[in-house]
Structure formats: structure tokens, C-alpha cells
């Protein structure tokens, strides 16, 4: 993946503009007869599959038409709706500091109501305590050299976490059982961490699972990754956030979720997972 988000973006475009290039060849059309059947200029055909002249919705849904695969145009113009947004650096979400994306992010968790969440790096953040959320945020602005307001970001984040006490929203989270041990917050803030989990744990609208060490694995540990109900995942990496649209690929996202839950501990199994590493701690 590009850390650029330009040349993301232009890449995804560019995925798009061979996509609709393929389905014309599919179905057997050429540049003219395509432009023909949607009642464009012969040129816009050939600016639209070499990527070019970026497709509207429209475009897309006349495309499709013609080529005879009208099913296609929802992914396709979710694909493209997404290009230009769909890898965004961290420093540029975080250039004015953190509290601002928790505060912007807040609508989207209030109107989720099926949370899907798998972390294999640190405690979702709709499950921190404000003590390991001050670590962490800490860690995460001095890494990347952006504005401090690290009190504000966690009063924030843990007003945005207010919706996991919503009965109405359903939260599916899966953590990897070496969540548990990294130290992201001094071993005072780690014991309350791992206490809050147990507490949230046997709240009816949660289901969580621990991954644990020994498993086999028949799904390998992923990049730590948020559904929203069926309309977004949002995946983080060391450089970017992710978020993707396109109905395809949330499917996919929807898909490694529902395996790796097989592989989870629940239940008593998940509580001495938690016990075995607040034990551990000094």
C-alpha cells in the first residue's frame, strides 16, 4: 500500500477504469458502439476506460446498461465513490489533533446498529478505560509528531464510547489473546483495562471473544479492522485509515470476521484469559 494517498486514489481509479474496460470487452463492444448505446460522444468511452475522465454514478449506470450487467453498477459506483477518500493518512486526520475525528466520528457510531470490531494490536477503542486511552493517544501523538491535546482526545473518545451502554446497538468484538499483554499504559491502567473488559463482557448487547495464543489458525491475524452494519469498514494501518465502501470487499471484511470468530474463546474460557493477564502483571 502507497503511503501517498494520491497515488491510492489514482490507483483505485485506475482499477475502476479497467473494470469498465473489461465489462465492454465482455460483452463484445467496442469504444464507438458502447458511446453509441449510452448516447455519449465516442471519446467519453475511451477517457472513461483509460481512466482519464473519472465516471459519474450516471455514467456508471448507463455502462452497466449497455454491457447488459445492470447488477454490477451498485459495486462499481460504490468503488468509485470511494476512490478519493479511501486511504487517508494519519497525520492528516490528526493534523489539528485528535479529538476533532472522535467528535466528527460520533453520528457514525450513534447510527451503527450492528458493530462488527477485530483488534489484534490494542483494546477497540470503544473499550478503553480513559487511563489506557491517555496512554495510548500519548504513545500515538508523540509517534507521529501531530498537535497535543491528548486530554481533550480521550474525554472525547470516551463520550463517543457512551453507545456500547446503548441496548439498542449490537457490538460483536473479537481481540487476539496478545492484546491483553501489550503494555500501551502503566500496570495500574492495564489492571483497570483488563477489570473493564470483564465488566463489558457480560453486558447482553456484547459479544466478545479472546483469539487465543494456540489456536490453529485457519484465518491468519489481519490488520485491526471496524464494520459499521453493512455500509463501511474502516481498517487501520501504521500509516493510514483504510475505509472502505464498496459492497464487495465489506463482504470479504464480513467474511474473515465470521471465521475468525470460530476461532474465539468466549464465556468462562474468555474471563481466564483476561485473569491469566491481569496476573501477569508486576
Known sequence: MSSNPLSSAKSARAALAARLDAMKKDAGLTGDELAARCGWHKSKSSRISRGVTPPSDADIRAWCAACGVDDQAADLIAASRSADSMYIQWQQIHRDGMRKIHEKTVPLYQRTR????????????????????????????????????????????????????????????????????????DDAAMAGQLGHLLS????????????????????????????????????????????????????????????????????????ACITRAVNSLG
Open 114 to 185: 450492528h458493530f462488527r470490531v477485530y483488534a489484534s494490536n490494542v483494546v477497540p477503542g470503544m473499550l478503553q478505560t480513559a487511563e489506557y486511552a491517555s496512554g495510548l493517544l500519548r504513545s500515538i501523538t508523540d509517534f507521529q509528531g501531530t498537535p497535543d491535546d491528548v486530554d481533550q482526545a480521550v474525554q472525547a473518545r470516551i463520550e463517543r464510547s457512551s453507545v456500547i451502554r446503548n441496548a439498542g446497538q449490537r457490538f460483536a468484538i473479537l481481540v487476539e489473546e496478545s492484546v491483553l499483554y501489550y503494555r500501551v499504559a
Open 200 to 271: 463489558v463482557m457480560a453486558q447482553p448487547n456484547v459479544s466478545f471473544g479472546i483469539i487465543p495464543f494456540g489456536v490453529r489458525r485457519s484465518v491468519w491475524p489481519l490488520e485491526a479492522f471496524y464494520a459499521f452494519d453493512e455500509d463501511l469498514v474502516a481498517v487501520e494501518t501504521l500509516t493510514a485509515e483504510i475505509n472502505i465502501s464498496t459492497p464487495s470487499e465489506i463482504g470479504t471484511y464480513h467474511r474473515a470476521f465470521a471465521e475468525l470468530a470460530k476461532l474465539a474463546d468466549r464465556g468462562a474460557a474468555a474471563r
